[in-house]
């Protein structure tokens, strides 16, 4: 990004994107990182499951054993180590999904359950002088 750009976002009151990432987890802290995580082993969990079950990536693994270069991996790593590599692949929407979701997570926690918010602190009761 060049100098003009980050001016012009400056102006325009937008902040860079480690800014917005820092606020983010400092507004969402823990929830933001068990989001996170969440995501990420559904996606590698589903990605195993659809190849425990016999899906077809691409063509390089429907030729039988021994062909395709895929194959050497899932006789080496199996599917749970196969899934990796996809879940990898769909890591910037796993990150959308984390920001998009997040939000909904927190004030599903901290409104509807009734939890207290520990980030915020209490408004300290004001004092009576006579």
Known sequence: MSDDEKSKDAEAGEKPFLE???AFVNEYGTI???TWF???FATWAAFAG???AGLDLGGW???GEGSGWLWGLVQDWGPI?????PTQIVKPIRAAATFAITPVVHKLIYGRLGVE???EPEPEPESESD
């Open 50 to 52: 659809l190849l425990s």
């Open 81 to 85: 180590g196969l899934a990796y590599i």
């Open 20 to 22: 917005k990432f820092k």
């Open 61 to 63: 693994l429907s030729t």
């Open 32 to 34: 933001a990182i068990v």
């Open 38 to 40: 969440t995501i990420f």
């Open 117 to 119: 918010d520990e980030s």
